[in-house]
Protein backbone atom coordinates (compact mmCIF):
# COMPACT_ATOMS: atom_id res chain seq x y z
CA UNK A 1 0.00 0.00 0.00
CA UNK A 2 1.11 3.65 -0.99
CA UNK A 3 1.00 5.91 1.79
CA UNK A 4 1.37 9.66 1.86
CA UNK A 5 1.37 10.92 5.85
CA UNK A 6 0.78 14.68 6.24
CA UNK A 7 3.44 15.83 8.68
CA UNK A 8 6.22 13.51 11.32
CA UNK A 9 4.80 14.91 14.07
CA UNK A 10 4.21 12.63 17.65
CA UNK A 11 1.28 10.98 15.76
CA UNK A 12 1.79 11.08 11.81
CA UNK A 13 5.34 10.07 12.71
CA UNK A 14 4.68 7.02 15.42
CA UNK A 15 2.26 5.28 12.77
CA UNK A 16 3.72 6.30 9.52
CA UNK A 17 7.19 4.56 11.05
CA UNK A 18 4.86 1.37 12.29
CA UNK A 19 3.44 1.31 8.58
CA UNK A 20 7.30 1.17 7.25
CA UNK A 21 8.44 -1.24 9.25
CA UNK A 22 5.01 -3.74 8.36
CA UNK A 23 6.08 -3.15 4.75
CA UNK A 24 3.89 -0.39 3.12
CA UNK A 25 5.66 2.15 0.90
CA UNK A 26 5.35 5.39 2.93
CA UNK A 27 6.22 9.28 2.62
CA UNK A 28 6.29 12.40 4.80
CA UNK A 29 5.30 15.51 3.27
CA UNK A 30 7.02 17.61 5.93
CA UNK A 31 8.72 21.34 5.99
CA UNK A 32 11.95 22.23 4.62
CA UNK A 33 13.04 21.84 8.58
CA UNK A 34 12.06 18.89 9.54
CA UNK A 35 13.20 17.34 5.94
CA UNK A 36 16.18 17.88 6.76
CA UNK A 37 16.52 16.53 10.00
CA UNK A 38 14.80 13.52 9.08
CA UNK A 39 17.24 13.40 6.12
CA UNK A 40 20.01 14.04 8.71
CA UNK A 41 18.89 11.74 11.50
CA UNK A 42 16.18 9.33 10.11
CA UNK A 43 13.01 8.94 11.81
CA UNK A 44 13.12 7.78 15.70
CA UNK A 45 10.33 6.39 18.06
CA UNK A 46 10.88 5.37 21.38
CA UNK A 47 8.46 3.42 22.43
CA UNK A 48 7.61 0.61 25.22
CA UNK A 49 6.00 -1.44 22.27
CA UNK A 50 9.57 -1.54 20.21
CA UNK A 51 11.80 1.36 19.34
CA UNK A 52 11.72 1.92 15.73
CA UNK A 53 15.13 4.10 14.00
CA UNK A 54 15.68 4.14 10.56
CA UNK A 55 15.93 6.46 7.28
CA UNK A 56 12.31 7.61 5.50
CA UNK A 57 11.57 9.46 1.79
CA UNK A 58 10.06 12.36 2.44
CA UNK A 59 7.72 15.31 -0.03
CA UNK A 60 7.58 18.86 0.46
CA UNK A 61 4.38 19.33 1.91
CA UNK A 62 3.45 21.98 -0.86
CA UNK A 63 4.82 19.83 -3.94
CA UNK A 64 2.57 16.33 -3.49
CA UNK A 65 1.59 16.92 -6.75
CA UNK A 66 4.89 16.50 -8.21
CA UNK A 67 6.20 13.84 -6.07
CA UNK A 68 5.26 11.06 -9.10
CA UNK A 69 3.44 9.03 -6.86
CA UNK A 70 0.01 7.45 -6.54
CA UNK A 71 -1.18 7.09 -2.83
CA UNK A 72 -3.76 4.59 -1.66
CA UNK A 73 -4.48 6.33 0.94
CA UNK A 74 -3.30 9.88 2.77
CA UNK A 75 -2.73 9.82 6.70
CA UNK A 76 -3.83 12.58 8.20
CA UNK A 77 -2.95 13.79 11.84
CA UNK A 78 -3.34 17.01 11.94
CA UNK A 79 -4.25 19.20 14.61
CA UNK A 80 -7.90 20.54 14.22
CA UNK A 81 -7.22 24.28 13.81
CA UNK A 82 -4.63 23.12 10.90
CA UNK A 83 -7.58 21.03 9.07
CA UNK A 84 -7.58 23.96 6.51
CA UNK A 85 -4.54 24.40 5.81
CA UNK A 86 -3.98 20.24 5.59
CA UNK A 87 -7.02 20.15 3.12
CA UNK A 88 -5.29 22.25 0.50
CA UNK A 89 -1.65 21.02 0.99
CA UNK A 90 -2.83 16.56 0.68
CA UNK A 91 -5.67 18.28 -2.32
CA UNK A 92 -3.06 17.36 -5.10
CA UNK A 93 -2.00 14.10 -4.00
CA UNK A 94 -5.23 12.58 -4.46
CA UNK A 95 -5.39 9.94 -7.31
CA UNK A 96 -9.00 8.55 -8.41
CA UNK A 97 -9.00 5.55 -6.02
CA UNK A 98 -7.28 7.58 -3.13
CA UNK A 99 -8.88 7.76 0.25
CA UNK A 100 -8.08 9.66 3.37
CA UNK A 101 -7.88 8.78 6.83
CA UNK A 102 -8.05 10.94 9.38
CA UNK A 103 -7.10 10.68 13.20
CA UNK A 104 -7.99 13.89 14.02
CA UNK A 105 -9.97 14.51 17.44
CA UNK A 106 -13.52 15.38 17.44
CA UNK A 107 -16.51 14.81 15.66
CA UNK A 108 -17.15 17.64 13.56
CA UNK A 109 -14.22 18.03 11.40
CA UNK A 110 -15.74 14.97 9.28
CA UNK A 111 -17.87 17.52 8.00
CA UNK A 112 -15.16 19.53 6.29
CA UNK A 113 -13.41 16.96 5.23
CA UNK A 114 -16.32 15.10 3.82
CA UNK A 115 -16.91 18.93 1.90
CA UNK A 116 -13.51 18.89 0.60
CA UNK A 117 -13.13 15.43 -1.11
CA UNK A 118 -16.80 13.35 -0.62
CA UNK A 119 -17.72 11.24 2.12
CA UNK A 120 -17.02 8.46 -0.32
CA UNK A 121 -13.46 8.70 0.24
CA UNK A 122 -13.10 9.91 4.04
CA UNK A 123 -12.45 6.74 6.09
CA UNK A 124 -13.37 7.15 9.94
CA UNK A 125 -10.15 6.64 11.99
CA UNK A 126 -10.03 6.77 15.96
CA UNK A 127 -6.43 6.93 18.18
CA UNK A 128 -6.59 5.89 21.35
CA UNK A 129 -2.60 6.80 22.23
CA UNK A 130 0.08 9.07 23.79
CA UNK A 131 2.69 10.10 21.87
CA UNK A 132 4.71 13.43 22.09
CA UNK A 133 7.55 15.20 20.06
CA UNK A 134 11.28 16.33 21.61
CA UNK A 135 13.03 18.75 20.87
CA UNK A 136 15.20 16.48 19.08
CA UNK A 137 12.99 15.45 16.40
CA UNK A 138 12.38 12.01 18.26
CA UNK A 139 9.07 11.00 19.43
CA UNK A 140 8.14 9.48 22.08
CA UNK A 141 5.55 6.91 23.19
CA UNK A 142 4.86 7.82 26.56
CA UNK A 143 2.44 4.43 27.80
CA UNK A 144 2.02 0.61 26.45
CA UNK A 145 -1.29 1.79 25.24
CA UNK A 146 -1.69 1.82 21.23
CA UNK A 147 -4.98 1.07 20.03
CA UNK A 148 -6.16 2.22 16.60
CA UNK A 149 -9.59 1.93 15.03
CA UNK A 150 -10.12 1.84 11.27
CA UNK A 151 -13.73 1.91 9.42
CA UNK A 152 -15.87 2.24 6.53
CA UNK A 153 -18.36 5.26 6.46
CA UNK A 154 -19.25 4.37 2.94
CA UNK A 155 -20.07 1.28 1.46
CA UNK A 156 -17.45 1.99 -1.08
CA UNK A 157 -14.71 2.00 1.41
CA UNK A 158 -15.11 -1.21 2.63
CA UNK A 159 -11.91 -2.80 0.50
CA UNK A 160 -9.85 0.21 1.78
CA UNK A 161 -10.39 0.10 5.10
CA UNK A 162 -10.17 -3.83 5.19
CA UNK A 163 -6.56 -3.55 3.35
CA UNK A 164 -5.66 -0.49 5.90
CA UNK A 165 -6.20 -2.97 8.87
CA UNK A 166 -4.25 -6.17 7.44
CA UNK A 167 -1.57 -3.69 7.03
CA UNK A 168 -1.69 -1.89 10.58
CA UNK A 169 -2.40 -5.63 12.21
CA UNK A 170 1.41 -6.31 11.34
CA UNK A 171 2.20 -3.96 13.93
CA UNK A 172 2.12 -3.81 17.62
CA UNK A 173 -0.91 -3.33 19.44
CA UNK A 174 -4.15 -3.53 19.35
CA UNK A 175 -6.07 -2.75 15.61
CA UNK A 176 -9.35 -2.88 15.39
CA UNK A 177 -11.96 -3.00 11.81
CA UNK A 178 -14.77 -1.04 13.17
CA UNK A 179 -18.51 -1.87 12.20
CA UNK A 180 -19.63 1.28 13.58
CA UNK A 181 -16.93 3.81 13.38
CA UNK A 182 -19.06 6.70 13.49
CA UNK A 183 -20.14 5.31 16.72
CA UNK A 184 -16.20 4.93 18.20
CA UNK A 185 -15.56 8.63 16.76
CA UNK A 186 -18.57 9.93 18.71
CA UNK A 187 -17.52 8.13 21.81
CA UNK A 188 -14.03 9.20 21.90
CA UNK A 189 -15.28 12.42 21.10
CA UNK A 190 -17.36 12.35 24.69
CA UNK A 191 -14.07 10.89 26.64
CA UNK A 192 -11.94 13.86 25.10
CA UNK A 193 -14.31 16.54 25.62
CA UNK A 194 -14.91 15.63 28.86
CA UNK A 195 -11.28 15.16 29.86
CA UNK A 196 -9.75 18.02 28.46
CA UNK A 197 -12.97 20.20 29.93
CA UNK A 198 -12.67 18.97 34.02
CA UNK A 199 -8.45 18.83 33.47
CA UNK A 200 -8.02 22.31 32.39
CA UNK A 201 -10.87 24.01 34.06
CA UNK A 202 -9.57 22.53 37.02
CA UNK A 203 -5.73 22.93 36.10
CA UNK A 204 -5.02 19.29 37.91
CA UNK A 205 -4.60 15.36 37.06
CA UNK A 206 -7.39 13.28 37.23
CA UNK A 207 -6.30 11.71 40.50
CA UNK A 208 -5.63 15.60 41.87
CA UNK A 209 -9.01 16.61 41.14
CA UNK A 210 -10.43 12.79 42.64
CA UNK A 211 -8.64 13.92 46.06
CA UNK A 212 -10.65 17.16 46.10
CA UNK A 213 -13.82 17.55 47.71
CA UNK A 214 -16.21 18.14 45.13
CA UNK A 215 -13.81 17.03 41.72
CA UNK A 216 -15.61 13.68 41.27
CA UNK A 217 -18.99 15.62 40.93
CA UNK A 218 -17.62 18.29 38.65
CA UNK A 219 -16.13 15.36 36.26
CA UNK A 220 -18.63 13.20 36.24
CA UNK A 221 -21.16 15.92 35.34
CA UNK A 222 -19.15 17.23 32.92
CA UNK A 223 -19.26 13.94 31.43
CA UNK A 224 -22.91 13.77 31.63
CA UNK A 225 -23.33 16.66 29.34
CA UNK A 226 -21.48 15.53 27.00
CA UNK A 227 -23.14 12.29 27.00
CA UNK A 228 -26.60 14.01 26.53
CA UNK A 229 -25.22 15.60 23.27
CA UNK A 230 -23.82 12.43 21.69
CA UNK A 231 -27.17 10.91 22.66
CA UNK A 232 -29.17 13.63 21.25
CA UNK A 233 -26.87 13.65 17.81
CA UNK A 234 -28.09 9.41 17.83
CA UNK A 235 -24.93 7.88 18.92
CA UNK A 236 -25.80 6.78 22.89
CA UNK A 237 -22.66 5.88 24.37
CA UNK A 238 -22.34 1.88 24.45
CA UNK A 239 -22.65 0.56 27.99
CA UNK A 240 -19.30 -0.78 27.66
CA UNK A 241 -17.41 2.27 26.64
CA UNK A 242 -19.25 4.64 29.31
CA UNK A 243 -17.87 2.35 31.97
CA UNK A 244 -14.41 2.83 30.33
CA UNK A 245 -14.71 6.43 30.35
CA UNK A 246 -16.10 6.39 33.90
CA UNK A 247 -13.39 4.19 35.19
CA UNK A 248 -10.92 7.17 33.13
CA UNK A 249 -12.27 9.99 34.26
CA UNK A 250 -13.17 9.08 37.96
CA UNK A 251 -9.89 7.07 39.34
CA UNK A 252 -8.83 8.29 42.38
CA UNK A 253 -4.42 8.63 42.05
CA UNK A 254 -4.29 8.58 38.06
CA UNK A 255 -1.88 10.83 36.65
CA UNK A 256 -4.20 11.27 33.60
CA UNK A 257 -4.74 14.57 32.03
CA UNK A 258 -5.90 15.61 28.90
CA UNK A 259 -3.09 16.36 25.92
CA UNK A 260 -4.96 19.99 26.23
CA UNK A 261 -3.92 20.24 29.69
CA UNK A 262 -0.22 19.02 28.30
CA UNK A 263 -0.43 21.61 25.62
CA UNK A 264 -1.59 24.53 28.10
CA UNK A 265 1.12 23.16 30.78
CA UNK A 266 4.14 24.02 27.92
CA UNK A 267 2.25 27.47 27.02
CA UNK A 268 1.73 25.99 23.54
CA UNK A 269 0.56 28.94 21.05
CA UNK A 270 -2.77 26.96 20.08
CA UNK A 271 -4.84 24.30 21.35
CA UNK A 272 -7.75 22.60 20.27
CA UNK A 273 -10.38 23.80 22.01
CA UNK A 274 -12.94 24.82 19.20
CA UNK A 275 -13.16 21.05 17.97
CA UNK A 276 -13.14 19.67 21.09
CA UNK A 277 -15.07 21.76 23.02
CA UNK A 278 -17.03 24.34 21.45
CA UNK A 279 -18.11 22.18 18.35
CA UNK A 280 -19.13 19.76 21.09
CA UNK A 281 -21.31 22.89 22.88
CA UNK A 282 -22.42 23.60 19.50
CA UNK A 283 -23.66 20.65 18.39
CA UNK A 284 -25.63 20.64 21.78
CA UNK A 285 -27.24 23.68 21.15
CA UNK A 286 -28.49 22.47 17.69
CA UNK A 287 -29.80 19.81 19.55
CA UNK A 288 -31.66 21.48 21.99
CA UNK A 289 -29.20 19.98 25.06
CA UNK A 290 -27.98 22.46 27.60
CA UNK A 291 -24.48 22.04 28.73
CA UNK A 292 -23.63 25.03 31.60
CA UNK A 293 -20.52 23.32 32.46
CA UNK A 294 -19.01 22.51 29.70
CA UNK A 295 -19.53 26.75 28.66
CA UNK A 296 -17.84 27.52 31.68
CA UNK A 297 -14.87 25.07 31.09
CA UNK A 298 -14.49 26.62 27.55
CA UNK A 299 -14.64 30.26 28.43
CA UNK A 300 -11.31 29.47 30.54
CA UNK A 301 -9.84 27.93 27.26
CA UNK A 302 -11.31 30.37 24.73
CA UNK A 303 -9.52 32.95 27.59
CA UNK A 304 -5.99 30.93 27.07
CA UNK A 305 -6.20 30.89 23.34
CA UNK A 306 -6.71 34.99 23.19
CA UNK A 307 -3.86 35.66 25.66
CA UNK A 308 -1.52 33.28 23.61
CA UNK A 309 -2.69 35.01 20.55
CA UNK A 310 -2.35 38.58 21.80
CA UNK A 311 -5.81 39.21 21.70
CA UNK A 312 -7.40 41.73 23.98
CA UNK A 313 -10.29 41.35 25.67
CA UNK A 314 -13.93 43.05 24.10
Not at 48 to 68: M, Y
Not at 147 to 157: K, T
Not at 177 to 204: F, P
Not at 248 to 265: E, H, K, T
Request: glycine share 10%.
Amino acid sequence: MRILVLGAGALGGYYGARLLAAGADVRFAVRPGRAAQLARDGLAVHSPLGNIARPVQTVPAGQVAQSGHAFDLVLLTCKAFDLDDAIATIAPALGPATVVLPLLNGGAVYPRLDAAFGKARVLGGVAYIATTLAADGTIRHLSPGDRLLVGARADAQAAAAASFHALAAQAPGTRLLSAQIDQDIWEKWVMICAGAAVTTLLRATIGEIMGTDHGAEAAGRLLDECVAIASAAGHVPRPEALAAMRAQLLAPGSGWAASMMRDIATQARRIEADAIVGDMIATGARLGVDAPLLRVAYSGLQAYARRQAGARPT
